[in-house]
Nanobody, 129 residues
Framework: QVQLVESGGGSVQAGGALRLSCVVSNDAYAYNKFCMGWFRQAPGKERVGVAV???????EYAESVAGRFTISRDNAKSALYLQMSSLKPEDTARYYC?????????????????????WGPGTQVTVSS
């Protein structure tokens, strides 16, 4: 069982920045083999992919956040990060981290929710205008 816990959410004004963190714990798999993703869900909307990072730290971003958000990982700490800058009111959502495990080092840069197996409870980000 993989457990994920997000932190770092909060309220910020438009144009501001936040850094989200996610800590992963599990007894069976090496964290450095995972692909990790950040997703978000706004009220009344579906959960959508924001950014993904593979086992080799290659990244992919949703068009709506490219150039403003940066995903990174620290394998020594089993941690995942999302640095968010130039925040907009439309970035308001609950943000979730998720893991994708493969038998070998994960190289999938998918942003499809259905590809990820384990999820954290999320952290709320609210951006006011």
């Amino acid at each position: 069982q993989v457990q994920l816990v997000e932190s770092g959410g909060g309220s910020v004004q438009a144009g501001g920045a936040l850094r989200l963190s996610c800590v992963v714990s599990n007894d069976a798999y090496a964290y450095n083999k995972f692909c990790m993703g950040w997703f978000r869900q706004a009220p009344g909307k579906e959960r959508v992919g924001v950014a993904v990072i593979d086992a080799f730290s290659r990244t992919e971003y949703a068009e709506s956040v490219a150039g403003r958000f940066t995903i990174s990982r620290d394998n020594a700490k089993s941690a995942l990060y999302l640095q968010m800058s130039s925040l907009k009111p439309e970035d308001t959502a609950r943000y979730y981290c998720a893991s994708l495990y493969m038998d070998d080092y994960c190289t999938s840069l998918t942003l499809q929710r259905s590809d990820f197996g384990d999820w954290g409870p999320g952290t709320q980000v609210t951006v006011s205008s």
